[in-house]
Structure formats: C-alpha cells, structure tokens
C-alpha cells in the first residue's frame, strides 16, 4: 500500500473541499436548465399545417430564462451555505441531542483529551456528550473556534482510559486531517438537496390532491400539464439528489478512516487499545436514533439499524465507512 502522509492528506481533502463547492453549483444550475427546458418543451406547442401539435424545444427562451435565473440561483445557493456554514455545530447536536461536557461533570475526558492535544502540539477542541447507553464518537467542525469532539455516555462507562485514549486520538486525527471540513460541507450540501426534495414531494402531493387549484371546467387539460411538469420536476430532484448522495460518499475516501485509526494509534501509542474499544463499539454501534446518513458519515462507526431495511444493501455499497474487523485487523498488526 502507497504510504500517504499527513500533510498530504490535508491537501487531498481541502481540495475535495474545494471540489464540492465548485460542483455542487453547477449541479443545482444544471438542474435548473432542465427544469426550464422541460416546462418551454410541455408548454409551447407548435402547430404543424394538418393542426397537429408539434412538440419543439426554443433554445434561445430557455437559455434566456436561465441566464436571468443564475443570479438567483447562485444566491440562494450561497446565502443558505453560508447560514449552514456558521450554524453547523448546532445544527449537528441538534441532529445527535448532544450537550456541552464541562470538566467539573466529567475531568476524566478532559484530561484525556488535554493530555492528548498537549502531546500533538494542537488547540482543544469542544467535549460534547450525548446521553444514549450505546457506543459511539464523533468529531465534527470546520476551524478551531467548531472544532468539536462529541462522546455517549455508554462510551464512557464501558471503555477503559487506554482504549478512550484511542477513541479520542482517532477522532482528533480527523479534526487534524481536516476531515470534518470535508464531511460539514457534504452534509450541508445534501442538507440542501433533501430540502427541495421535500419541497417537491409537498408539491406533488398538493397537486395530485387537488389539481393545483383548477377546476376541471376552467382548463382540465392545463391542469393535467401540470401535474405532469410537477411530477417530472419531482422524479429529476430525486434523481439528482440520489446521484449527489453517491458522488458525495465516493468523494469521501474510506481511507480518511484508515487513516485516522492509524493516526488514533500513534497519538496515544497504543494501537491495540483502540482495536479493541473498536471491537466494544461494533457489537453496539449506539445513536441509532439518529436518522441521517449525512451526520452519521461522522460516526466512527455506523449505527447497526441504519444498515436495515431495503435500502440496506446500498447503504453499504456506498458506505464511507470501511468494514471494522478489517481496522481492527490492520491496528493489531502495529
């Protein structure tokens, strides 16, 4: 295996960084000329000579309409980028219920997160909780000021200091590879996908209940286009939210975990305490509760229930996270 250091992990992921926002415009934008493609498409006919309708695509109205649309679009895009960009560590503990730890409630994490932060020469991060008798950790933040380390309660009872030790050296290696930048900007650009897709889905259901507020003796035929437009425009925002999902998680490399398991090991020297707190953590993977695959791409290990069901399979084709026994298998051989 080509040896990938640090550093250069750092670079890789600021550019994925990078990569994603430049994309995910264009995504959108794109999204955008179909839309309008569709509508000039189902709702200009032509007429031929016989009165026949004749379906035909006018380029420069839909090219018109889009460029008068970037502006907007770009803004919107930006300013809830921006909105998500300054709230996520709120956001996120929203998503996962966790609270602030303070050092009087619990001075053994402190110290262990201290300790370790001295040892690696960075700035402590946040020490969040979330109180749930499962296993689990996370890091999660995009500078020094969110940088955050989030820990259950069940980890906390169950695991000795030295395998805690490696729990928290994994998790900060991902703040120090700047991996969390990497993953906050996904989840705020899936976030963003996953709110349209529910804005449509409303859409549909509105229409298909109520014929979007014509009567069938006013105009049943404009009525039927546009349901059609509205159902199409669906089937396109799930789509390209689907395909996003996949081309987000294939950009997120499984080796960011591998990566960190090996950073963990030698943060806190003990390579085979982390093994085996990962071996503690996978027989019971907690924050189930939890039912965005977004956030729990942060998770150093996948919740068990979100593997269920008939999505199960894809979930874990397309999984960021490798399998366990394989990191626990590569940390014993340290």
């Known amino acids: 295996m080509q040896y990938v250091g640090m550093q250069t992990q750092i670079r890789r992921n600021n550019m994925m960084s990078m990569i994603l926002l430049l994309m995910f415009p264009v995504i959108i934008l794109a999204t955008v000329w179909v839309f309008l493609a569709i509508l000039d498409y189902l709702g200009n006919p032509v007429y031929d000579s016989y009165g026949n309708v004749v379906r035909q695509l006018d380029m420069d109205t839909v090219n018109g309409h889009f460029l008068a649309s970037i502006p907007w679009v770009i803004g919107g895009v930006g300013i809830w980028f921006a909105i998500a960009y300054f709230a996520n560590t709120s956001m996120i503990a929203s998503a996962v219920n966790s609270r602030p730890l303070s050092r009087r409630e619990n001075p053994r994490i402190y110290n262990i997160v201290e300790n370790l932060c001295m040892s690696c020469g960075m700035e402590m991060p946040r020490v969040c909780v979330v109180d749930d008798p499962q296993l689990n950790a996370f890091a999660s933040g995009i500078n020094s000021k969110s940088y955050t380390v989030t820990v259950t309660t069940g980890i906390m009872q169950l695991l000795s200091d030295e395998e805690l030790e490696g729990v928290i050296a994994h998790e900060l290696t991902h703040i120090r590879n700047r991996d969390t930048r990497l993953l906050i900007t996904s989840i705020i650009f899936v976030g963003i996908i996953s709110t349209v897709m529910s804005m449509v889905v409303r859409t549909m259901y509105y229409t298909m209940w109520t014929g979007g507020g014509r009567s069938r003796d006013d105009d049943e035929r404009g009525s039927g286009l546009s349901t059609i437009v509205v159902l199409v425009v669906g089937i396109i925002c799930c789509a390209i939210a689907y395909i996003f999902t996949l081309v987000t998680r294939f950009a997120i490399s499984r080796k960011r975990e591998y990566m960190a398991d090996a950073g963990g090991a030698e943060l ?26 977004d956030v729990a791409q942060l998770f150093i290990c996948q919740p068990d229930e979100m593997e269920m069901g008939v999505m199960g399979f894809m979930n874990s084709l397309f999984s960021t996270h490798p399998d366990v026994e394989k990191r626990i298998q590569i940390l014993e051989q340290f």
């Open 268 to 293: 806190c020297g003990n390579p085979l305490a982390l093994a085996s707190a990962l071996r503690k953590i996978s027989g019971n993977p907690g924050l189930d509760s939890v039912r965005r695959s």
